[in-house]
């Protein structure tokens, strides 16, 4: 069941709005109550919507993709600035990363196809991001690469998101 419109997490997050989901849960656009202006994206994993036999590696896996992007610092990549769980569900916070997914950008497009120069700007910053996590002990394989899950700032910065 979807968290409601302003639903405080933790005495801090006041959830805004469901942003998506995705195999391993929900994420929302909430609003950090101890830094007035700051909006964040929480993704919440809920085991108990997941098959029993599944719950303790869902868990897990969890909380090892939490650590494992707390440890990541790098400008094509949303930061996480928090991990916890309440009544049994899991949420980790990142920055909310404004802008629109490359599949919008593509779907805005004529014939679904971007100029070569706007093309060529969001293939370098992808590999610079990509090259970056393979260059890490251990690498770090970005195995869900899809124009979903390539978001384009305004500024026209891309970030990866969801390592699911």
Not at 60 to 80: C, D, I, N, R, Y
Not at 94 to 101: A, K, R, Y
Not at 114 to 122: R, S
Not at 130 to 139: I, K, R
Request: proline letters at 5%; hydrophobic letters at 45%.
């Amino acid at each position: 069941m979807d968290l409601a419109e302003g639903v405080i997490l933790q005495s801090r997050y006041r959830i805004v709005r469901r942003l998506g989901g995705g195999g391993m849960g929900v994420v929302y656009l909430a609003d950090d109550l101890r830094l007035p202006g700051r909006s964040c994206a929480i993704m919440e994993m809920s085991p108990a919507a997941l098959a029993e036999q599944d719950r303790e590696w869902a868990v897990q896996a969890f909380k090892q993709e939490a650590q494992l992007l707390a440890t990541l610092k790098h400008p094509g990549l949303a930061a996480v600035t928090d991990f916890f769980t309440d009544e049994d569900n899991w949420y980790l916070v990142m920055d909310f990363v404004e802008g629109e997914s490359l599949e919008q950008r593509l779907k805005r497009s004529p014939q679904g196809r971007l100029p070569t120069a706007e093309a060529l700007a969001i293939t370098r910053q992808l590999c610079d991001v990509l090259e970056y996590l393979h260059l890490c002990v251990p690498p770090v394989i970005f195995r869900d690469l899809k124009p979903s899950n390539v978001m384009l700032l305004p500024s026209g910065a891309v970030k990866l998101i969801d390592f699911g």
